[in-house]
């Protein structure tokens, strides 16, 4: 049998369990400080893995996984690199390998999920889709142990075959013995089958029969329902199931201190604590709104889960739990350290690529509070375009490769308008450019209290959905608006307000 050298110690460990949308790097981050052993990221795609690139994000101190639109997809930090396990989604092992052998440098382990039975795990082959195809989960496990540098572990769920009150596990059995023949490091099993949800029993009894054939260590998992309610729990719940570590995921995401000895610190203290570490490792606010909905659970009908429903940028999250001034500091702290950067670095800056004489600048940056949510800068924009019968504008967007932010440049009626402010997204820095032209022009920009011609109100966005995005219903803007200004810019004739 074939053992990867590298071994993370899998045995009594308490685990942070993979979680979509949950284990991204300030979840991972609060489970350590609370006492977890490992924590595992949540399941990467690995198709989506393979286009990304790894960037050193020196501002953040962090290493980045970029895709090819310049999302992060994968974020990791030197604290956690010793105890942070990838697990990927996968159906194809050269693909698994290659995946591992980008990331295996920035993390302690390698895991391949085969316990999903979401469908979007499973519509590709992956997750616990591959219960099905044994042979292809020899194949997998197998290249990644003899590819890798890191351990190789997987997560299952019971088969099918599974009947509780006559323990027929056969099936199971066997499949665990063939995996453990790859040579992986350990196993996790999830004690439910595939077409069973959290509602439905965990099987102990299935995760002790694993644990009782097999020789490497066995994690069980799927107890938050039934069995873990406090530290205490996690040791019985391993008892109960002979296993020899215990992968904790509901419990963990109400509560992240469920991993504390001496008992569970208070929600609002917890959540204080995971913002922190948000706003410090610049989580994209939809994430960790997302987070802290799980937390807060039956409280979000509170005062405080109200505002947190309403926040929609980080700055708003901070102020619903009294750290305003923390996110203040924070980001000038963060502006800070980047203008830093550039400066030993000017090679590095990466302006717009065209001739930059001509265009209009100002140092202006899109606030979403100080608009109303049914309006943006680039409505007002492109409606008053379309009313002109204007070309709608164009916008062109770069991204600094030092620090990632951006700056836009937008052209309508063939003049150029940008921002001098970089931004930390592209629709930010594309709102700013509006902005920049509108003022420049004397026309309606959305802003609350603004005075002039109103626009048609659309329905209000999603909170995942980012509110610089003006593709979904366009309003109308009543009224003649400046025409003359943006035909004298056609026609090359000077604007009165060039360079302002």
């Known amino acids: 049998m074939i053992v990867n ?100 440098n920035d993390v302690a382990g390698i895991d391949v999920n085969m316990g999903c039975p979401k469908e979007y795990s499973t519509k590709g082959g992956m997750g616990a889709a591959l219960l099905s195809d044994p042979d292809k989960i020899e194949k997998i496990l197998s290249t990644l142990v003899k590819g890798t540098q890191r351990p190789v572990t997987c997560k299952i769920r019971v088969l099918p075959s599974v009947k509780i009150s006559h323990l027929k596990l056969e099936d199971t059995l066997s499949l665990v ?28 009894e299935a995760i002790k029969a694993v644990a009782e054939t097999l020789s490497i260590p066995v994690i069980a998992n799927g107890g938050s329902h039934d069995h873990i309610q406090g530290y205490l729990d996690i040791e019985d719940f391993r008892q109960a199931t002979a296993a020899s570590s215990v992968m904790v995921a509901r419990a963990a995401m109400w509560n992240p201190s469920i991993f504390l000895k001496e008992g569970p610190r208070p929600l609002e203290e917890v959540m204080q604590k995971y913002i922190r570490y948000a706003v410090q490792y610049d989580n994209h606010y939809t994430n960790t709104k997302y987070c802290l909905c799980q937390m807060l659970r039956e409280q979000l009908e509170s005062p405080q889960g109200r505002l947190l429903h309403a926040a929609q940028s980080s700055q708003e999250i ?13 980001t000038r702290e963060l502006d800070a350290r980047r203008a830093k950067l550039l400066a030993r670095s000017p090679e590095e800056v990466e302006e717009p690529a065209e001739d930059t004489s001509g265009i209009i600048k100002m140092a202006v940056k899109f606030d979403r509070r100080a608009y109303s949510p049914q309006i943006t800068p680039k409505m007002c924009l492109l409606e008053w375009c379309r ?14 490769s030092l620090d990632r932010l951006f700056c836009s440049v937008v052209t309508v009626a063939e003049q150029k308008y940008q921002s001098t402010l970089w931004d930390k997204s592209k ?16 026309l309606p920009e959305g802003r609350l209290g603004e005075e002039g011609p109103s626009l048609h109100k659309r329905k209000r966005e999603a909170p995942d959905q980012d509110t610089g995005d003006p593709r979904a219903q366009e309003p109308a803007m009543p009224g003649e608006l400046c025409k003359k200004r943006f035909l004298a810019l056609a026609s090359g004739k000077e604007s009165p307000l060039e360079g302002w």
Do not use: W
Not at 177 to 203: D, F, L, M, Y
Not at 387 to 400: G, H, I
């Open 318 to 330: 901070c102020e619903a739990f009294g750290l305003g001034a923390f996110y203040e500091e924070t």
């Open 177 to 204: 013995k063939r995996i453990e023949r790859t040579g992986i490091a350990a196993i996790a099993v999830h004690g439910r089958k595939r077409e069973e949800r959290p509602q439905h029993p965990v099987s102990c």
């Open 387 to 400: 009313r002109e019968k204007l070309a709608q504008p164009v916008y062109e967007t770069v991204q600094r």
């Open 427 to 442: 629709k930010l820095a594309e709102q700013a450019a509006a902005i920049v032209c509108l003022r420049s022009q004397g």
């Open 5 to 104: 050298s590298l071994s993370l110690c899998y045995h009594n460990k308490l685990i942070l369990a993979p979680m979509v949308r949950v284990g991204t790097l300030p979840m991972r981050l609060l489970a350590l400080d609370y006492g977890a052993d490992i924590v595992y990221c949540e399941e990467l795609i690995d198709l989506k893995m393979l286009q990304c690139k790894r960037v050193v994000n020196e501002a953040l101190s962090t290493v980045d996984f970029v895709a090819p639109d310049n999302r992060v997809v994968f974020r990791t930090c030197e604290r956690e690199q010793s105890r942070v396990v990838f697990q990927m989604g996968t159906s194809d092992a050269e693909r698994a390998l290659a995946v591992a052998r980008l990331v295996e």
